[in-house]
């Protein structure tokens, strides 16, 4: 017998912004409303303040809103793109694939708030186990 599995049309959403750095596996997210340069730059701000004091290469896709004009840079943080359709190279990656998997998998919520909720829960629980982070996003290529 095939088990059962709860499913919902929804047309609502939330972006989960977030960087991780894999040799400490310190992790700053943001859960926001949009996904857009402004929403883009509060979370460099955030990113910038929480690794004051370091310079941080963030690795990112070519999303419009990594590349727009409008976005400010800390003077601590840099862009790195990662090449064209080259998800894989990216340790966040992981990160997307564990929210999936543990926070949101055959669940069905009755509100955007109830994600928000199990998004939230699931990166504090992560937060709080950096050598889970460290592993999950340390690629042996990496030089650490």
Known sequence: ?????????????LYVFAAIA??????????LPHCDPEAMNLFLQTLSGAFAGRLVLLQTD???W???????????VRLFYQPSHSPELNPVEHLWDDLREKAL?????????AVQDALVERLRELWAEPQA??????FPWFKL
Not at 1 to 13: A, H
Not at 22 to 31: F, K, N, R, V
Not at 105 to 113: I, K
Not at 133 to 138: F, K, V, Y
């Open 105 to 113: 998998a055959n669940r069905a919520f009755g509100s955007l708030h």
């Open 62 to 64: 070519r999303a419009g």
């Open 66 to 76: 990594h590349q727009s004009a409008a976005l400010q840079l800390p003077d601590n």
């Open 22 to 31: 894999p040799a400490s596996g310190e992790m700053t997210a943001l859960i």
């Open 133 to 138: 982070l460290h592993s999950m996003t340390a």
């Open 1 to 13: 017998m095939r088990p059962t599995c709860p499913r919902q049309v929804v047309r609502e959403s």
